[in-house]
C-alpha cells in the first residue's frame, strides 16, 4: 500500500473553477469543518461537484481520505 498527495479542483468547459464549498487548502479550523468530505455545511451545487470529483477518483481507483475533500490540504488517494 503506498499513499501520494495531490491538488485537484473542478473546472467548467471555459475553465472557471466550479465550487466545491472551502477555498482550496483551507484548514479545518479555517473552513469550519467544512474541508470534510461529508461536511453539511456546504451547499448543494458543492456537494455535488464533490459527488462528481469523488465518482470519477474512486473509477480511477483512488480512495479519498474522509477528512479531506480532494483539495483540502490535498487529497491524500491511496491506489
Known amino acids: 500500500m503506498s499513499g501520494g498527495a495531490v491538488d485537484l479542483t473542478l473546472c467548467n468547459q471555459d475553465g472557471r473553477e466550479l465550487p466545491l464549498g472551502t477555498q482550496v ?9 467544512a474541508c470534510r468530505t461529508e461536511a453539511g455545511s456546504i451547499g448543494a451545487e458543492a456537494r ?32
Open 25 to 33: 487548502n483551507a484548514t479545518p479550523q479555517e473552513s469550519r469543518g
Open 48 to 79: 455535488a461537484h464533490r459527488a462528481l470529483m469523488a465518482w470519477a477518483l474512486t473509477a480511477a481507483g483512488f480512495v479519498n481520505h474522509p477528512t479531506e475533500w480532494c483539495s483540502q490540504p490535498s487529497l491524500c488517494v491511496q491506489a
